[in-house]
């Protein structure tokens, strides 16, 4: 009976390890970083990117990639976000796989907060230059102060080499070129260690003797001057001028060596220019949209009127980063996310071209998995059940308008 007990024991201990060493080794694959948990009104209602361009999806070490694009800010800005007056255009990755070499809106480098305005479209690019190999789900986001962070879609990108040959050179306005990888490394070792050995050393002059039974008992009797001795005083004296003399030395040879230095850049950047999208000749009223709960797809019935001279048709339906096109009128070419494009996600009760004059009550759905998969579908647990998104018509020309729509999405439950 024991032989059997002490069986189990054992492997229920291995089991354990077992099961502990599976965990600490399982690392899933997130496909997605951070947008989908956030309240799906907010990214539909916040910032919406499009026409995105990503240069590379496999790029070695050293080398460059851009992401570019445009991103429109929403009129109806929810209010428990922030205005974007500061605002940072950032990238989402997980640390400095890669660094960001520049980024600019409307043509101009913006390294620091920004300043949008509700309702402009601006056009963007990042230069991103390779660092750590990898596979890699490169995001486009927003960071807005008093708002938080507003996750553009994220495409997976392939870093390939070593790391070890990462270089960041940079020419100073001395004209000396330095790596950042490492420039300045060996000082801050060097001074870190140099003042943390001072203390260790004054540490150690005070430990060699006894420490705390023997000095409590002596200072408790009246005889704590006996524990001082002149010779410690005078070690004290040599420790504290020793500090001030190298912090004195050191400051004015760091100055000899690096006469010419400045404060650090900063402040918010205005005027940053939006552009101007072509003037849109179609105008759109949303008469009804809903989604069914639980389910993949959302329903709009659209009064589209054409004021241009030239037949339209609806191609691109676009919230929250998830693009859903008509595939007879729009093929994507940019290589968008797979998991964010449903190809054949729009359906239009009538999508034959719209003359110049007419105007046309149609149905619309916009069905995709990613609805679901990036929980668009949680709308119903939002406190404001409203969506917003871009439309994209395309004329007999290929020319394109873009019309905002925004309305409430009421659930329907079956
Ligand atoms: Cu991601």
Redesign the pocket.
């Known amino acids: 009976m024991k032989i059997i007990k002490d069986k189990v024991a054992k492997l229920s201990f291995v089991a354990l390890l077992v099961t502990m060493t599976a965990a600490i080794f399982y690392t899933p694959a997130?496909?997605?970083?951070?947008?989908k948990s956030q309240a799906a009104f907010m990214r539909m209602r916040t910032i919406h990117w499009f026409d995105l361009n990503w240069s590379k999806d496999e790029v070695a070490i050293n080398d460059t990639m851009t992401i570019s694009g445009k991103f429109h800010v929403f009129a109806g800005w929810p209010e428990t976000v922030d205005k974007p007056e500061v605002s940072f255009l950032n990238i989402?990755i997980p640390g400095p796989v890669f660094i960001r070499a520049g980024s600019w809106i409307g043509g101009q480098l913006v390294p620091r907060s920004v300043s949008l305005e509700l309702g402009e479209t601006y056009e963007f690019k990042v230069l991103l230059k390779a660092r750590r190999p990898g596979d890699w789900?490169?995001?486009t986001m927003m960071n807005v102060e008093g708002g938080g962070p507003i996750?553009g879609p994220?495409k997976w990108v392939t870093i390939t080499g070593s790391m070890g040959e990462f270089v960041n050179p940079i020419t100073t306005l001395t004209g000396d070129t330095i790596d950042l990888e490492t420039y300045a490394l060996d000082s801050i070792y060097f001074w870190s260690f140099f003042w943390y050995a001072i203390g260790l050393a004054w540490l150690l002059f005070w430990v060699k003797r006894p420490l705390f039974v023997p000095r409590h008992i002596a200072v408790s009797s009246g005889k704590a001057d006996t524990l001082i001795s002149a010779g410690d005083k005078k070690v004290g004296v040599a420790f504290a001028i020793g500090t001030l003399v190298i912090v004195a030395a050191a400051m004015g040879s760091t100055n000899e060596k690096y006469p010419v230095t400045t404060p650090l850049q900063a402040g918010l950047l205005r005027g940053i220019k939006p552009i101007q999208m072509p003037e849109s000749t179609v105008t759109v009223k949303v008469e009804d949209a809903s989604y069914r709960v639980p389910g993949r797809a959302m329903q709009m019935t659209l009064t589209i009127t054409n004021n241009g001279d030239s037949a339209v048709r609806l191609g691109e339906f676009n919230t929250a980063s998830v693009r859903f096109l008509d595939a007879d009128v729009l093929e994507d070419e940019t290589g968008y996310p797979d998991d964010l494009l449903a190809e054949e996600g729009l359906t239009v009760s009538d999508n034959s071209p719209l003359a110049p004059g007419e105007t046309r009550t149609v149905n619309v759905t916009a069905s995709d998995a990613a609805w679901e998969v990036y929980r668009l579908a949680d709308l119903i647990y939002d406190p404001d059940s409203r969506f917003a998104g871009l439309l994209f018509f395309f004329d007999e020309d290929g020319g394109r308008q873009m019309v905002m729509v925004d309305a409430p999405l009421i659930p329907t439950f079956i």
């Open positions: 997130a496909s997605a970083h951070g947008e989402g789900h490169v995001h996750i994220g």
